[in-house]
């Protein structure tokens, strides 16, 4: 069954990832108008997530930032199809970085870089990084795909732009093992994602509402002795982002506990604060808020 739905569905997402990109954004906009308008996509997640987070706001406001959530949402869906064909060039293009000096002072520390970023603006051409001079291997933390041959085409663009992914299950043990090879390389996190609730787990307000968090990063970051950065990616406009890196940490170890994981938070914060709209919405972030905290979590401060 996996087989058969992938190769009904590849072939259509091959045609859409050639078009050009004004015919290609013109798809784009009548996924909009299914997903939105005819579906409703997770609509009342995207309202309540939009009323927990901004209390403030008038319902006009939240009503405007829901909409051009779902336009941005669709975008980087399609782009993620486009990503099938693209050539480097046109990636490099699309996706630049705006202080590439940083990775060159990085690489004076001669430590691997994990690069903390959200569920924000392009997190899919985060596959770019290899393509602007960075001598560094590239891998990104991903949840692996229950279809296994959409899997294997997620891995092979990674791999056409010379980047690697590695399953979350297995990131701690490969990692380690690179790092013992003498491998470095810039390892791309996703950290925002709501982690399932253990008997003892870590807690941080994140956009004023306490909810669980991971300090995976932080965690390895401080075993193996990482550089870590958060990747600030700007949407410039339609199908054009912008990645600053931000230095958290070059030791990690002399850092206090949790400086790491808060710092990451705050600037998530501030990206989502200046432009709602480029955040994953749908995303179910805030679903614990009102379970009870155990005796033995962490309380970050």
């Known amino acids: 069954m996996h087989r ?26 009548m996924v909009f108008v299914l997903v939105y308008h005819i579906f409703r996509y997770r609509r009342k997640t995207v309202k309540e997530n939009l009323n927990l987070v901004f209390p403030r706001k008038s319902t006009e406001e939240k009503k405007s930032i829901q909409k051009k959530f779902y336009r941005h949402m669709c975008d980087i869906f399609l782009e993620m199809v486009k990503s099938i064909s693209i050539s480097n060039e ?9 202080n590439p000096e940083e ?3 990085l690489k004076k520390l001669d430590k691997s870089i994990i690069a903390m970023c959200g569920h924000y603006a392009s997190y899919e051409w985060l596959i770019a990084l290899q393509l602007h001079g960075i001598d560094y291997k590239a891998f990104g933390i991903y949840k692996k795909v229950k279809n296994p041959y959409f899997d294997k085409l997620a891995r092979d663009i990674r791999g056409k732009f010379d980047g690697v992914l590695i ?9 380690t093992a690179l790092e013992k090879a003498g491998q470095r390389g810039v390892y791309a996190m996703i950290a925002d994602q709501s982690p399932k609730r253990y008997k003892k787990t870590h807690w941080i307000d994140f956009m004023g509402i306490k909810v669980p968090v991971f300090i995976g ?4 970051a401080r075993k193996l002795d990482l550089a870590v950065v958060y990747l600030n990616v700007e949407k410039v406009k339609r199908g054009h982002y912008a990645a600053t890196l931000i230095n958290i940490t070059d030791n990690p170890r002399q850092e206090p506990e949790f400086a790491i994981t808060k710092e990451y938070i705050k600037l998530l914060e501030r990206q989502i604060n200046i432009d709602p709209q480029y955040y994953l919405w749908t995303h179910k972030r805030w679903k614990h808020r009102n379970r009870p905290i155990s005796e033995d979590s962490v309380i970050i401060d």
Do not use: C, G, H
Not at 4 to 29: A, E, K, N
Not at 90 to 98: G, H, M, P, S
């Open 103 to 105: 990775f060159e002072r």
């Open 90 to 98: 046109e990636l490099k293009k699309r996706f630049v970085f705006t």
């Open 4 to 29: 058969l739905v992938f190769w009904l569905t590849y072939p259509l997402l091959w045609f859409i990832s050639i078009l050009p990109f004004r015919l290609f954004y013109l798809v784009s906009d």
């Open 167 to 175: 399953p979350t299950i297995q990131a701690t043990s490969q990692i």
């Open 217 to 220: 990063s932080e965690v390895l």
